[in-house]
T-cell receptor
Framework: DAGVTQSPTHLIKTRGQQVTLRCSPKSGHDTVSWYQQALGQGPQFIFQYYEEEERQRGNFPDRFSGHQFPNYSSELNVNALLLGDSALYLC????????????FGSGTQLSVL | AQSVTQLDSQVPVFEEAPVELRCNYSSSVSVYLFWYVQYPNQGLQLLLKYLSGSTLVKGINGFEAEFNKSQTSFHLRKPSVHISDTAEYFCAVRRYNQGGKLIFGQGTELSVKP
């Protein structure tokens, strides 16, 4: 049984570019949450997707957007990249919107030069 | 709003010694409490959680934590650590009705030395 898978594992972009990160939830899960983890910090909640809609959002600008597909997989898009967007982006999945059992992927390391 | 403070950024300890990683939280509403572990180049793995009931919670790998409502603390303990416990540990809280929205502390780096 595959867990949460994220792609790519590493990515290098330059300022001003756009990036798309992908996440496949654990089998049987229907809810995906995204987190940003800057170096030396705890993860920060970006948003949560359930039934193909954004259900909750953290304190991130509109440059951060997402999508959830009918197969429950999800994408995180970041426009107009800034140096400060360099971080590990983690995806977490669960069954149900309020389930406390979150399973995390290994993340995508984004470097913005 | 909720916040989490992990009182130690780094905790060095010798193998087979006991360890305590401290976590305090602030919240105006009732919350669930969690401890996660992150090994190098990996995602987060749930160690244990407090939802309700007994204030002493046992988790995986021999870890346990005690919820103290009056002191708003949720400290993580292990009576005897192993080299393999070397990792980053995160305390987190979540409001009852906000499923995916965990609020994390800054993390505590546990370094177990032989």
């Amino acid at each position: 049984d595959a867990g949460v898978t994220q792609s790519p594992t590493h990515l290098i972009k330059t300022r001003g570019q756009q990036v798309t990160l992908r996440c496949s939830p654990k089998s049987g899960h229907d809810t995906v949450s995204w987190y940003q983890q800057a170096l030396g910090q705890g993860p920060q909640f970006i948003f949560q997707y359930y039934e193909e809609e954004e259900r909750q959002r953290g304190n991130f600008p509109d440059r951060f957007s997402g999508h959830q597909f009918p197969n429950y997989s999800s994408e995180l898009n970041v426009n107009a990249l800034l140096l400060g967007d360099s971080a590990l982006y983690l995806c977490a999945s669960s069954f149900g919107q309020i389930n406390e059992k979150l399973f995390f992927g290994s993340g995508t390391q984004l470097s913005v030069l | 709003a909720q916040s989490v403070t992990q009182l130690d950024s780094q905790v060095p300890v010798f193998e087979e010694a006991p360890v305590e990683l401290r976590c305090n939280y602030s919240s105006s509403v009732s919350v669930y409490l969690f401890w996660y572990v992150q090994y190098p180049n990996q995602g987060l793995q749930l160690l244990l959680k407090y939802l309700s009931g007994s204030t002493l919670v046992k988790g995986i790998n021999g870890f346990e934590a005690e919820f103290n409502k009056s002191q708003t603390s949720f400290h993580l303990r292990k009576p005897s650590v192993h080299i393999s416990d070397t990792a980053e540990y995160f305390c987190a809280v979540r409001r009852y009705n906000q499923g995916g929205k965990l609020i994390f502390g800054q993390g505590t780096e546990l370094s177990v030395k032989p």
